[in-house]
């Protein structure tokens, strides 16, 4: 029998008794949604699904992505993008290794962000006590903003924001350590294929109409329409407000777990905290989403 409850912290829920090899019916897939809605990430525990399973149930959220580092795509399976820091016999990467490593929510870089994403743990690393390495933080953007006092949200109403790829990836080429399986500079194609977009800085989530706090220090690049100066200092103000601790759940992995996180109202992180023989292989697909519509402050 399916249970759900709520995992330590301010927000994230657990579903155990589920098995998504066989598709849900209806009814529980709308409890799925509802909870992450509520809940913001969830994690279904002990799954054991193949590829095909994994982007079948991913379909009943939405449109898949197939993301612009296509190297890492697996074989066969476009929609899965490969998070790795392993080998193949061949000594070559079996995913990327430096996914995440900034503060960012997936996609918003594009002008339709991503309305969540579901990463399938496979092999999850561990300390010489079995403790779990290769955390993933969220920080929470809906509870973020819902904590702002009146004149601040006032400030935010009809800002918008530029989100780029670009700034990101640079950001973590800049933080990949030596000996790390080196990123390559993105190609002409890739930065064509993945332009800046614009988005209201405080948005409506599109499902439940929650005002969120949209911007993250990874991707989000300026602020627009304030006086000279002023948008650096506001950005780097926010981007701060929305990790505070008060905001953030750190998922410690377990093998089987498929997680579940809404890329609208969460911002997420990779701790960095692992090194081979210590070994992490993940799997993830990417929903797509609409394009933001702004909300006005309350
Ligand atoms: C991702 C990502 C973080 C992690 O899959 O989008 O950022 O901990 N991964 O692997
Ligand atoms: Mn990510």
């Not at 973020?144 to 935010?156: N, Q």
């Not at 601790?245 to 579940?260: C, E, M, N, S, T």
């Amino acid at each position: 029998m399916m249970t759900l409850r709520p995992l330590p912290g301010p927000f994230g829920a657990e579903i155990t008794g589920l098995d998504l090899a066989v598709a849900p019916d209806e009814a529980i897939f709308g409890r799925i949604v509802d909870a992450l809605h509520e809940y913001a990430v969830v994690c279904i525990r002990d799954q054991r699904f193949a590829p095909p399973q994994h982007i079948d149930f991913s379909r009943r959220f939405g449109e898949l992505e197939v993301h612009v580092q296509s190297s890492f795509n697996l074989q066969g399976f476009p929609e899965i993008y490969c998070i790795s820091n392993c080998l193949d016999a061949g000594g070559k990467p079996l995913g990327l290794a430096e996914a995440g490593r900034v503060w960012h929510t997936d996609l918003s870089y594009m002008a339709e962000p991503s309305r969540c994403s579901l990463l399938h743990a496979l092999e999850v690393p561990q300390d010489g006590e079995g403790r779990p390495l290769g955390d993933t933080m969220f920080a929470n953007a809906r509870m973020a903003y819902a904590a702002l006092p009146a004149p601040a949200k006032a400030r935010l109403a009809g800002l918008e924001a530029v989100h780029s790829y670009r700034q990101v990836y640079e950001k973590i080429v800049a933080k990949s350590k030596p000996g790390r399986q080196g990123l390559k500079p993105l190609s002409e194609e890739q930065k064509r294929k993945v332009p800046p977009a614009t988005h209201p800085l405080v948005i409506a989530h599109p499902y439940t109409g929650a005002p969120i706090l949209f911007c993250n220090d990874g991707i989000t690049e300026s602020i627009l329409g304030l006086p000279e100066g002023e948008g650096p200092a506001l950005l780097a103000e926010l981007c701060a407000h929305v990790t505070k601790p008060a905001f953030v759940y750190r998922h410690k992995w377990q093998a089987g777990d498929l997680l579940i996180w809404d890329n609208i109202q969460t911002q997420h992180l990779a701790v960095d905290d692992y090194w081979l023989p210590q070994r992490r292989r993940m799997q993830r697909t990417t929903v797509k989403g609409r394009a933001p519509e702004a909300v006005r402050a309350a």
